[in-house]
Protein backbone atom coordinates (compact mmCIF):
# COMPACT_ATOMS: atom_id res chain seq x y z
CA UNK A 1 0.00 0.00 0.00
CA UNK A 2 1.52 3.50 -0.87
CA UNK A 3 1.07 6.40 1.60
CA UNK A 4 -0.82 7.98 -0.73
CA UNK A 5 -3.61 5.46 -0.50
CA UNK A 6 -4.03 6.06 3.81
CA UNK A 7 -6.85 8.13 4.73
CA UNK A 8 -4.74 9.54 7.82
CA UNK A 9 -3.35 12.92 7.84
CA UNK A 10 -0.16 14.11 5.60
CA UNK A 11 1.34 15.10 9.15
CA UNK A 12 1.50 11.38 10.86
CA UNK A 13 3.06 10.17 7.28
CA UNK A 14 5.54 12.69 7.21
CA UNK A 15 6.74 12.16 10.60
CA UNK A 16 6.77 8.26 9.57
CA UNK A 17 8.60 9.03 6.09
CA UNK A 18 11.19 11.43 8.29
CA UNK A 19 12.17 8.68 10.41
CA UNK A 20 13.12 6.64 7.14
CA UNK A 21 15.29 10.12 5.83
CA UNK A 22 17.17 10.52 9.37
CA UNK A 23 17.72 6.64 9.65
CA UNK A 24 15.68 6.75 12.99
CA UNK A 25 13.46 3.85 12.31
CA UNK A 26 12.59 2.03 15.96
CA UNK A 27 12.63 -0.74 16.04
CA UNK A 28 9.93 -2.24 17.75
CA UNK A 29 6.77 0.52 17.84
CA UNK A 30 2.80 1.02 19.12
CA UNK A 31 0.07 2.23 16.25
CA UNK A 32 -2.20 3.27 18.53
CA UNK A 33 -5.33 4.38 16.65
CA UNK A 34 -9.12 4.64 17.47
CA UNK A 35 -11.13 1.51 16.04
CA UNK A 36 -11.35 2.54 12.60
CA UNK A 37 -8.51 4.58 12.42
CA UNK A 38 -6.31 3.55 9.08
CA UNK A 39 -3.59 2.54 11.44
CA UNK A 40 -2.98 -1.12 9.99
CA UNK A 41 -3.13 0.41 6.15
CA UNK A 42 -0.35 2.90 7.63
CA UNK A 43 1.91 0.86 9.04
CA UNK A 44 1.94 -1.61 6.25
CA UNK A 45 2.66 1.50 3.78
CA UNK A 46 5.24 2.62 6.45
CA UNK A 47 7.19 -1.08 5.82
CA UNK A 48 6.66 -0.81 2.02
CA UNK A 49 8.04 2.91 1.93
CA UNK A 50 10.91 1.28 4.10
CA UNK A 51 11.49 -1.66 1.42
CA UNK A 52 11.26 0.13 -1.95
CA UNK A 53 13.80 0.13 -4.13
CA UNK A 54 13.13 3.39 -5.74
CA UNK A 55 10.98 5.22 -3.35
CA UNK A 56 10.44 9.17 -3.78
CA UNK A 57 10.59 12.04 -1.37
CA UNK A 58 6.75 11.26 -0.54
CA UNK A 59 5.66 7.56 -0.73
CA UNK A 60 7.25 4.14 -2.29
CA UNK A 61 7.40 3.90 -6.06
CA UNK A 62 4.41 1.00 -6.72
CA UNK A 63 6.09 -0.92 -9.32
CA UNK A 64 9.65 -2.30 -8.06
CA UNK A 65 9.96 -5.55 -7.54
CA UNK A 66 9.57 -5.21 -3.75
CA UNK A 67 6.37 -3.11 -4.12
CA UNK A 68 4.71 -5.43 -6.17
CA UNK A 69 5.18 -7.60 -3.82
CA UNK A 70 4.04 -5.31 -1.10
CA UNK A 71 1.22 -4.83 -3.17
CA UNK A 72 0.06 -8.13 -2.99
CA UNK A 73 0.66 -8.77 0.45
CA UNK A 74 3.50 -11.41 -0.41
CA UNK A 75 6.54 -10.13 0.44
CA UNK A 76 8.89 -13.10 1.90
CA UNK A 77 9.97 -10.39 4.88
CA UNK A 78 6.64 -8.99 5.92
CA UNK A 79 4.94 -11.16 8.37
CA UNK A 80 1.46 -10.55 9.90
CA UNK A 81 0.18 -12.12 13.46
CA UNK A 82 -3.52 -11.15 13.99
CA UNK A 83 -5.88 -12.88 16.41
CA UNK A 84 -7.16 -16.75 15.29
CA UNK A 85 -8.79 -19.54 16.56
CA UNK A 86 -8.26 -23.50 16.55
CA UNK A 87 -11.74 -25.28 15.00
CA UNK A 88 -12.02 -29.33 14.45
CA UNK A 89 -9.87 -29.02 10.90
CA UNK A 90 -7.45 -26.65 12.45
CA UNK A 91 -5.92 -28.02 15.65
CA UNK A 92 -3.30 -25.67 17.34
CA UNK A 93 -4.08 -22.93 15.18
CA UNK A 94 -1.70 -19.75 14.08
CA UNK A 95 -1.29 -16.68 12.30
CA UNK A 96 -0.90 -18.74 9.51
CA UNK A 97 -3.38 -21.19 9.12
CA UNK A 98 -5.63 -17.88 8.16
CA UNK A 99 -3.54 -16.35 6.11
CA UNK A 100 -4.80 -16.66 2.92
CA UNK A 101 -8.49 -15.20 4.58
CA UNK A 102 -5.99 -12.31 5.84
CA UNK A 103 -4.68 -10.99 2.66
CA UNK A 104 -8.35 -11.41 0.84
CA UNK A 105 -10.00 -9.31 3.69
CA UNK A 106 -6.84 -6.35 3.63
CA UNK A 107 -7.04 -6.41 -0.21
CA UNK A 108 -10.78 -5.57 -0.89
CA UNK A 109 -10.64 -3.11 2.22
CA UNK A 110 -7.72 -1.46 1.56
CA UNK A 111 -6.68 -2.63 4.97
CA UNK A 112 -9.29 -0.61 6.86
CA UNK A 113 -10.78 -3.49 8.76
CA UNK A 114 -12.33 -3.93 11.82
CA UNK A 115 -12.49 -6.52 14.27
CA UNK A 116 -16.01 -7.48 14.10
CA UNK A 117 -15.40 -7.85 10.27
CA UNK A 118 -12.27 -10.38 10.59
CA UNK A 119 -14.65 -12.33 13.11
CA UNK A 120 -16.83 -12.82 10.29
CA UNK A 121 -14.77 -13.30 7.67
CA UNK A 122 -13.39 -16.48 9.93
CA UNK A 123 -16.57 -17.63 10.61
CA UNK A 124 -15.53 -17.74 14.83
CA UNK A 125 -19.04 -16.75 15.77
CA UNK A 126 -19.31 -16.29 19.37
CA UNK A 127 -15.33 -17.90 19.52
CA UNK A 128 -13.02 -14.61 20.59
CA UNK A 129 -10.13 -15.59 18.27
CA UNK A 130 -6.64 -14.39 20.15
CA UNK A 131 -3.20 -14.26 19.65
CA UNK A 132 -1.41 -17.05 20.96
CA UNK A 133 1.80 -18.61 22.35
CA UNK A 134 1.86 -20.44 19.22
CA UNK A 135 1.98 -17.39 17.18
CA UNK A 136 5.06 -15.75 19.00
CA UNK A 137 6.99 -19.19 19.35
CA UNK A 138 6.64 -18.29 14.93
CA UNK A 139 7.65 -14.55 15.15
CA UNK A 140 10.36 -16.04 17.53
CA UNK A 141 11.74 -18.34 14.50
CA UNK A 142 11.27 -15.77 11.52
CA UNK A 143 13.21 -13.27 13.66
CA UNK A 144 16.35 -15.23 13.77
CA UNK A 145 16.27 -16.06 10.48
CA UNK A 146 18.07 -13.28 7.82
CA UNK A 147 15.92 -11.33 5.71
CA UNK A 148 14.95 -12.70 2.15
CA UNK A 149 15.06 -9.87 0.05
CA UNK A 150 15.13 -6.34 2.04
CA UNK A 151 16.99 -5.03 4.71
CA UNK A 152 14.28 -5.46 6.97
CA UNK A 153 12.08 -8.08 8.27
CA UNK A 154 9.13 -6.55 8.78
CA UNK A 155 6.89 -8.02 11.64
CA UNK A 156 3.16 -6.44 12.02
CA UNK A 157 0.88 -7.66 14.82
CA UNK A 158 -2.69 -6.57 14.24
CA UNK A 159 -4.68 -6.16 17.91
CA UNK A 160 -1.70 -6.89 20.64
CA UNK A 161 -4.49 -6.37 23.16
CA UNK A 162 -5.93 -9.59 22.12
CA UNK A 163 -2.47 -11.74 23.01
CA UNK A 164 -2.76 -13.83 25.55
CA UNK A 165 0.05 -13.19 28.71
CA UNK A 166 2.02 -15.88 27.98
CA UNK A 167 2.11 -15.40 24.64
CA UNK A 168 2.71 -11.67 25.01
CA UNK A 169 5.24 -12.87 27.74
CA UNK A 170 7.44 -14.46 25.03
CA UNK A 171 8.25 -11.51 23.27
CA UNK A 172 9.08 -9.16 25.59
CA UNK A 173 13.16 -10.10 24.97
CA UNK A 174 12.67 -9.83 21.18
CA UNK A 175 11.13 -6.30 21.40
CA UNK A 176 13.70 -5.38 23.26
CA UNK A 177 16.58 -6.41 21.61
CA UNK A 178 15.69 -7.85 18.02
CA UNK A 179 18.35 -9.85 15.94
CA UNK A 180 19.92 -7.69 12.88
CA UNK A 181 17.58 -5.42 10.91
CA UNK A 182 13.84 -6.66 12.33
CA UNK A 183 10.73 -4.10 12.62
CA UNK A 184 7.93 -4.95 15.13
CA UNK A 185 5.17 -3.06 14.68
CA UNK A 186 1.87 -3.99 16.69
CA UNK A 187 -1.14 -1.89 15.38
CA UNK A 188 -3.71 -1.90 19.08
CA UNK A 189 -6.72 -0.01 18.92
CA UNK A 190 -7.04 -0.16 22.63
CA UNK A 191 -3.74 0.80 24.39
CA UNK A 192 -5.21 0.20 28.29
CA UNK A 193 -5.44 -3.27 27.13
CA UNK A 194 -2.01 -3.91 25.91
CA UNK A 195 0.16 -5.00 28.81
CA UNK A 196 2.47 -2.47 30.64
CA UNK A 197 5.34 -4.89 29.94
CA UNK A 198 5.05 -4.47 25.82
CA UNK A 199 3.68 -0.91 26.04
CA UNK A 200 6.92 0.12 28.07
CA UNK A 201 9.57 -1.51 25.56
CA UNK A 202 7.37 0.04 22.42
CA UNK A 203 7.71 3.33 20.95
CA UNK A 204 4.16 4.89 20.71
CA UNK A 205 2.87 6.43 17.76
CA UNK A 206 -0.59 7.67 18.03
CA UNK A 207 -3.33 7.63 15.11
CA UNK A 208 -5.74 10.65 15.61
CA UNK A 209 -8.88 10.44 13.66
CA UNK A 210 -9.17 12.91 10.78
CA UNK A 211 -10.47 16.36 11.28
CA UNK A 212 -14.03 16.49 10.34
CA UNK A 213 -14.00 18.54 7.49
CA UNK A 214 -11.19 16.27 6.13
CA UNK A 215 -13.10 12.97 6.96
CA UNK A 216 -16.56 14.04 5.61
CA UNK A 217 -14.70 15.28 2.30
CA UNK A 218 -12.85 11.52 2.09
CA UNK A 219 -16.27 9.79 2.49
CA UNK A 220 -17.86 12.07 -0.19
CA UNK A 221 -14.98 11.09 -2.21
CA UNK A 222 -15.36 7.31 -2.25
CA UNK A 223 -18.40 6.61 -1.95
CA UNK A 224 -19.39 9.24 -4.42
CA UNK A 225 -21.93 10.80 -2.84
CA UNK A 226 -22.67 14.56 -2.06
CA UNK A 227 -21.40 16.46 1.18
CA UNK A 228 -23.80 16.44 2.87
CA UNK A 229 -25.06 12.90 2.93
CA UNK A 230 -21.64 12.32 3.91
CA UNK A 231 -21.95 14.39 6.83
CA UNK A 232 -24.84 12.46 8.14
CA UNK A 233 -23.02 9.13 7.44
CA UNK A 234 -19.94 11.00 9.72
CA UNK A 235 -22.03 12.04 12.71
CA UNK A 236 -23.98 8.64 11.94
CA UNK A 237 -21.26 6.14 12.65
CA UNK A 238 -19.78 8.59 15.02
CA UNK A 239 -16.61 9.71 12.68
CA UNK A 240 -15.57 5.56 12.27
CA UNK A 241 -13.64 5.69 9.19
CA UNK A 242 -14.28 2.38 8.74
CA UNK A 243 -17.83 1.74 9.68
CA UNK A 244 -18.42 5.34 7.81
CA UNK A 245 -17.05 3.98 4.32
CA UNK A 246 -18.95 0.35 4.71
CA UNK A 247 -22.61 1.68 5.95
CA UNK A 248 -22.01 4.65 3.01
CA UNK A 249 -21.70 2.25 0.28
CA UNK A 250 -24.51 0.44 1.80
CA UNK A 251 -26.69 3.51 2.06
CA UNK A 252 -25.57 4.58 -1.67
CA UNK A 253 -25.99 1.02 -3.37
CA UNK A 254 -28.08 -0.64 -1.50
CA UNK A 255 -30.36 2.43 -0.99
CA UNK A 256 -31.29 2.25 2.48
CA UNK A 257 -33.40 4.84 2.34
CA UNK A 258 -36.18 3.22 0.11
CA UNK A 259 -35.76 -0.11 2.30
CA UNK A 260 -37.13 1.67 5.28
CA UNK A 261 -40.07 3.20 3.41
CA UNK A 262 -40.73 -0.18 1.87
CA UNK A 263 -40.16 -1.94 5.50
CA UNK A 264 -42.49 0.98 7.64
CA UNK A 265 -45.50 0.37 4.67
CA UNK A 266 -45.08 -3.02 5.20
CA UNK A 267 -45.38 -3.09 8.38
CA UNK A 268 -47.86 -1.09 8.67
CA UNK A 269 -49.90 -2.96 6.47
CA UNK A 270 -49.25 -6.50 8.16
CA UNK A 271 -51.26 -5.12 10.86
CA UNK A 272 -53.97 -3.19 9.25
CA UNK A 273 -54.67 -6.49 7.03
CA UNK A 274 -55.87 -7.65 10.46
CA UNK A 275 -58.89 -5.24 10.72
CA UNK A 276 -59.56 -6.48 6.98
CA UNK A 277 -59.68 -2.77 6.16
CA UNK A 278 -56.74 -3.26 3.76
CA UNK A 279 -55.40 -5.68 1.34
CA UNK A 280 -52.09 -7.05 1.27
CA UNK A 281 -49.23 -8.25 -0.63
CA UNK A 282 -47.21 -10.35 1.49
CA UNK A 283 -44.94 -10.93 -1.30
CA UNK A 284 -43.29 -7.84 -1.12
CA UNK A 285 -42.72 -8.40 2.45
CA UNK A 286 -41.42 -11.88 2.43
CA UNK A 287 -38.96 -10.49 0.10
CA UNK A 288 -37.95 -7.96 1.90
CA UNK A 289 -37.71 -10.41 5.14
CA UNK A 290 -35.55 -12.32 3.20
CA UNK A 291 -32.96 -9.94 1.32
CA UNK A 292 -32.49 -8.39 4.78
CA UNK A 293 -31.92 -12.12 6.35
CA UNK A 294 -29.35 -12.80 3.34
CA UNK A 295 -27.14 -10.14 4.45
CA UNK A 296 -24.04 -10.61 6.48
CA UNK A 297 -24.61 -9.13 10.17
CA UNK A 298 -22.55 -6.40 9.95
CA UNK A 299 -25.07 -5.39 7.25
CA UNK A 300 -27.82 -6.07 9.13
CA UNK A 301 -26.43 -4.51 12.17
CA UNK A 302 -26.07 -1.22 10.00
CA UNK A 303 -28.93 -0.60 8.37
CA UNK A 304 -31.04 -0.86 11.76
CA UNK A 305 -28.56 1.17 13.03
CA UNK A 306 -29.56 3.38 10.12
CA UNK A 307 -33.20 3.02 10.46
CA UNK A 308 -33.50 3.72 14.10
CA UNK A 309 -31.55 7.32 13.07
CA UNK A 310 -34.71 8.13 10.98
CA UNK A 311 -37.01 6.95 14.06
CA UNK A 312 -35.19 9.17 15.95
CA UNK A 313 -35.48 12.20 13.33
CA UNK A 314 -39.10 11.96 13.27
CA UNK A 315 -39.60 11.84 16.97
CA UNK A 316 -37.69 15.19 17.10
CA UNK A 317 -40.10 16.11 14.02
CA UNK A 318 -42.97 15.08 15.95
CA UNK A 319 -41.80 17.39 19.32
CA UNK A 320 -41.53 20.47 16.41
CA UNK A 321 -37.67 20.43 17.12
CA UNK A 322 -37.64 20.87 13.60
CA UNK A 323 -34.70 22.51 13.68
CA UNK A 324 -32.45 20.05 14.70
CA UNK A 325 -33.28 17.44 11.96
CA UNK A 326 -31.24 17.40 8.68
CA UNK A 327 -32.21 15.83 5.64
CA UNK A 328 -31.99 15.55 2.24
CA UNK A 329 -34.87 16.50 0.28
CA UNK A 330 -36.77 12.96 -0.41
CA UNK A 331 -35.37 12.12 2.95
CA UNK A 332 -37.69 15.26 4.22
CA UNK A 333 -40.38 14.72 2.79
CA UNK A 334 -40.80 11.38 3.55
CA UNK A 335 -39.93 11.88 7.01
CA UNK A 336 -43.15 14.95 7.79
CA UNK A 337 -45.76 12.48 5.98
CA UNK A 338 -44.32 9.75 8.46
CA UNK A 339 -43.77 11.71 11.49
CA UNK A 340 -47.39 12.22 12.46
CA UNK A 341 -47.58 8.52 12.97
CA UNK A 342 -44.08 8.49 15.20
CA UNK A 343 -44.77 10.78 18.26
CA UNK A 344 -43.38 10.81 21.88
CA UNK A 345 -45.26 8.67 23.42
CA UNK A 346 -44.70 5.34 20.79
CA UNK A 347 -41.88 6.45 19.76
CA UNK A 348 -40.18 5.59 22.45
CA UNK A 349 -40.96 1.58 21.85
CA UNK A 350 -39.56 2.12 18.11
CA UNK A 351 -36.41 3.03 19.53
CA UNK A 352 -36.76 -0.35 21.51
CA UNK A 353 -37.86 -2.14 18.73
CA UNK A 354 -34.88 -1.43 17.18
CA UNK A 355 -32.09 -1.63 19.71
CA UNK A 356 -33.55 -4.94 20.76
CA UNK A 357 -33.11 -6.00 17.12
CA UNK A 358 -29.87 -4.81 16.95
CA UNK A 359 -28.90 -6.51 19.89
CA UNK A 360 -30.18 -9.78 18.93
CA UNK A 361 -28.55 -9.87 15.97
CA UNK A 362 -25.20 -9.55 17.07
CA UNK A 363 -25.66 -11.95 19.43
CA UNK A 364 -26.18 -14.41 16.78
CA UNK A 365 -30.40 -14.17 17.17
CA UNK A 366 -31.93 -16.41 14.33
CA UNK A 367 -32.44 -13.26 11.37
CA UNK A 368 -35.37 -14.56 9.87
CA UNK A 369 -36.91 -14.32 13.62
CA UNK A 370 -35.76 -11.17 14.47
CA UNK A 371 -36.59 -9.77 11.42
CA UNK A 372 -40.24 -11.13 11.36
CA UNK A 373 -40.69 -10.25 14.71
CA UNK A 374 -39.39 -6.27 14.17
CA UNK A 375 -41.86 -5.83 11.63
CA UNK A 376 -45.30 -7.40 13.46
CA UNK A 377 -44.10 -5.14 16.56
CA UNK A 378 -43.62 -1.74 14.46
CA UNK A 379 -46.63 -2.70 12.37
CA UNK A 380 -48.61 -2.39 15.99
CA UNK A 381 -46.64 0.69 17.36
CA UNK A 382 -47.68 2.78 14.54
CA UNK A 383 -51.05 1.62 14.50
CA UNK A 384 -50.61 2.95 18.16
CA UNK A 385 -49.44 6.02 16.86
CA UNK A 386 -52.23 6.86 13.50
CA UNK A 387 -53.81 9.70 14.27
CA UNK A 388 -56.58 8.49 12.38
CA UNK A 389 -57.18 6.22 14.90
CA UNK A 390 -56.36 8.60 17.80
CA UNK A 391 -58.75 11.58 16.98
ZN1 LIG B 1 9.03 0.51 -4.88
Given at each position: ???????????????????V??K????A???????????LG???A????I??????????????????K???L????LH???????T???K????????????N???????L??Y?Q???AISA???Q???N?R?SS???E???L????????????W????M?????N???KT???PD???????????Y???????QSR???????????EDF?????R????????A?E?AS??????Q??L????N??N?DY???V???????Y??V?HK???IDI???????????????G?????D????????????????C??E???K???QE??WL????P????T?G???VEV???A?????S??????????MF??I?QI?R?G??RL??
Open positions: MLFSEILVSQHLKDILINTKNRISHQLFLGQQGTHSLAIYCQYACQNRTETDACGHCPSCVFNNTHPDFFFPNFSEKIQATSLDYYEDWRILKSNRAISQWIDGNKPEIVDLLLQVMKPYESEYKFFIILPEKNTECAKLLLEEGKTLIILVSEDEKVLGTITQLFKINRLPSIKIVAHIDCDENIEILTDFNLQAQMGVIVVFQKCTMMRCARLYTGKDFDVTDKLIKELVAWREKQKFLHYSLNLIRKCILLSNAELVSPQSEHSFAFVNANQYMFTNMNDIANGNATIVFTDFQGIMDPNK
